[in-house]
C-alpha cells in the first residue's frame, strides 16, 4: 500500500499538579477546537459505594492514517517519526497508551499499545483480529486514565491517616475473573501524597491505569462526601465493548459506556449489535443488565434495577410485561454490570 496523504496532529496533555480549572483550560486549548471537551461533577456519598466511569477520554496524542496491516502491526503512513516505544509504559515515561480506531469496520474498538518504532504500532489484540482493518482507517493514540490524572494529588477523594483506616478505597472490578458476583481484584487508597495498593506496602501507583470502557467503585468509608471532577474529549465515534461469556456459567461483565449523556436501553445498541441476547420467558432469563443507584447511601449496594429483553422490547424484573426500553439506564460517569448467560459466546456491543 502507498503511504497516506492524511496529516496527523500532537498534543500534550501533563498529568498533575494542576488544578480543575487549570486541566481544563489545558484540554480545551489542546484539542484546538477540533474535539469537543467537556466536564461533569460525579458526587461521591460519605459512607457509600460510588458506581463511577469515565465519560471522556483523555486527550489524543495524535491521529494518524494506517498504511498496511500485518497480524497485531500497524505500518502507519506519513513517516510520523516516532521514537522507540515512546507510546510504552517505562522508565519516565508515565502513560499507558491505547490505539482507538476513529474509522471503517473496526470503529470503536480500543487495544493497549504493546510497542511502537518510528512508524509502525504493535498492539495486545488479546483474542481479537486486525482482519477488518484497511488502508487510511484513522486511528487515534490516547492515553489511559491512570489514578494520578484522574485524581490528582488525591482531589475527589478523602485522604487516608494510615494505610490501617483508610477514607477512600478505589475498588477496581475483577475484569478477567470468571463467573458472577466477583471480589474486587485491587483496592487503592491515597496516603501520604501518593496512590498506594492494599498489599503492595509503600509503591506509588499513581501511573496504574483503569481499563476502557469498564467501571470501578469508590468506596468512602467516612461520612464527608466529596465530589469528583472528570473532563477530557467527547467521543464522537462509535464505542465499542467487549463483552466476555463463558460456556459452564453466567458472566459478570463490569461495563460503562463512554458518553457524557444519558442513553436510554432501546438507543444503547445491546440488541442491534448482537450484544445481548433476547430471552425465552421472564422467569428464563438469558442476558441481564444490572443498574446501580448512586444517590443511595450503602455499600455492597445491589442492583437498583435489573433489565432483560424479551418479545421485542426491554423488560424490567418486578415490572411485569411493561415496556422500559426509554429508560436511560446509562447515565454519565456510572457502570453498569451485563451478566451473559451460560452457554452463550462472546460478543462486542457497538453504540453508534
Do not use: C
Not at 424484573?317 to 426509554?326: D, E, F, L, Q
Amino acid at each position: 500500500m502507498g503511504s497516506s496523504n492524511a496529516s496527523s496532529s500532537t498534543l500534550t496533555v501533563t498529568d498533575g499538579p494542576l488544578t480543575n480549572a487549570q486541566r481544563f483550560y489545558q484540554i480545551t486549548s489542546a484539542t484546538q477546537s477540533s474535539e469537543a471537551a467537556g466536564f461533569i461533577q460525579l458526587p461521591l456519598l460519605g459512607n457509600s459505594d460510588t458506581f463511577v466511569s469515565f465519560p471522556f477520554a483523555r486527550v489524543p496524542t495524535t491521529l494518524v492514517a494506517i498504511d498496511s496491516v500485518s497480524a497485531n502491526v500497524l505500518s502507519i503512513g506519513g513517516a510520523p517519526g516516532w521514537a522507540a516505544n515512546q507510546f510504552v509504559h517505562a522508565g519516565g515515561q508515565t502513560n499507558t497508551y491505547y490505539a482507538r480506531f476513529e474509522s471503517g469496520a473496526a470503529e470503536g474498538r480500543i487495544y493497549a499499545i504493546a510497542a511502537n518504532d518510528a512508524a509502525s504500532l504493535t498492539l495486545d489484540l488479546g483474542n481479537d483480529s486486525l482482519a477488518s482493518v484497511a488502508h487510511n482507517d484513522l486511528l487515534a493514540i490516547e492515553p489511559a486514565w491512570t489514578l494520578g490524572s484522574a485524581f490528582p494529588n488525591g482531589s475527589g477523594v478523602n485522604v487516608s491517616p494510615t494505610a490501617g483506616n483508610r477514607s477512600t478505597e478505589l475498588l477496581f472490578q475483577n475484569l478477567s475473573g470468571a463467573g458472577i458476583n466477583l471480589s474486587s481484584a485491587k483496592i487503592y487508597f491515597f496516603n501520604g501524597g501518593i496512590w498506594k495498593l492494599i498489599g503492595d506496602g509503600g509503591t506509588d501507583h499513581g501511573d496504574d491505569i483503569f481499563e476502557p470502557n469498564s467501571h470501578f467503585i469508590v468506596r468512602q468509608n467516612v461520612s464527608t462526601n466529596t465530589t469528583m471532577t472528570e473532563l477530557g474529549i467527547v467521543i464522537a465515534s462509535r464505542v465499542a465493548v467487549s463483552l466476555r461469556a463463558s460456556a459452564t456459567d453466567r458472566q459478570d461483565n463490569f461495563v460503562a459506556l463512554t458518553r457524557p449523556f444519558s442513553v436510554s436501553l432501546d438507543d444503547s445498541g445491546l440488541i442491534s449489535s448482537g450484544a445481548f441476547a433476547s430471552s425465552p420467558l421472564p422467569g428464563n432469563r438469558v442476558d441481564e443488565l444490572l443498574q446501580f443507584d448512586n444517590t443511595a447511601t450503602t455499600k455492597n449496594k445491589s442492583a437498583a434495577g435489573v433489565y432483560y429483553y424479551w418479545s421485542g422490547a426491554w423488560r424490567q424484573v418486578g415490572a411485569g410485561s411493561s415496556n422500559v426500553g426509554p429508560v436511560q439506564a446509562f447515565t454519565p460517569g456510572a457502570g453498569v454490570i451485563i451478566r451473559k448467560g451460560t452457554n452463550a459466546s462472546g460478543t462486542v456491543w457497538t453504540n453508534q
